[in-house]
Nanobody, 120 residues
Framework: QVQLVESGGGLKQFGDSLSLSCAASGFTFRLFAMAWYRQRPGKERELVAYISWTGGITDYADSVKGRFTISRDNAKNTVQLQMDSLKPEDTANYYC?????????????WGKGTLVAVSS
């Protein structure tokens, strides 16, 4: 079955960088778009970054544009989120998600999340 395992979360300070990774298994990774979502305290889950099956299309929430970068390694079945210039408002549980198709924006599977906390 589909498994998505996030890693790399932790406690950082304002302005720091952090890299999250998601290891995928149980499906043909290279055929599916992937995404990172987050859920901040007291908020609904929101899209952070999206990447198509080839990596040729990426998209970001306005709040992270220019600071976060999503990438994927189809040989290693991983998707990464490089987070730079972290802010306290980036504090959230970050979830890796698998879409329903190559360029689909609808997510069908989720990881359990990794916590990122940013202090001021």
């Amino acid at each position: 079955q589909v498994q998505l395992v996030e890693s790399g979360g932790g406690l950082k300070q304002f302005g720091d960088s952090l890299s999250l990774s998601c290891a995928a298994s149980g499906f043909t990774f290279r055929l599916f778009a992937m995404a990172w979502y987050r859920q901040r305290p007291g908020k609904e889950r929101e899209l952070v970054a999206y990447i198509s099956w080839t990596g040729g299309i990426t998209d970001y929430a306005d709040s992270v544009k220019g600071r976060f970068t999503i990438s994927r390694d189809n040989a290693k079945n991983t998707v990464q989120l490089q987070m730079d210039s972290l802010k306290p408002e980036d504090t959230a549980n970050y979830y890796c998600a698998k879409s329903y198709g190559a360029n689909s924006r609808d997510m069908g599977s989720w990881g359990k999340g990794t916590l990122v906390a940013v202090s001021s």
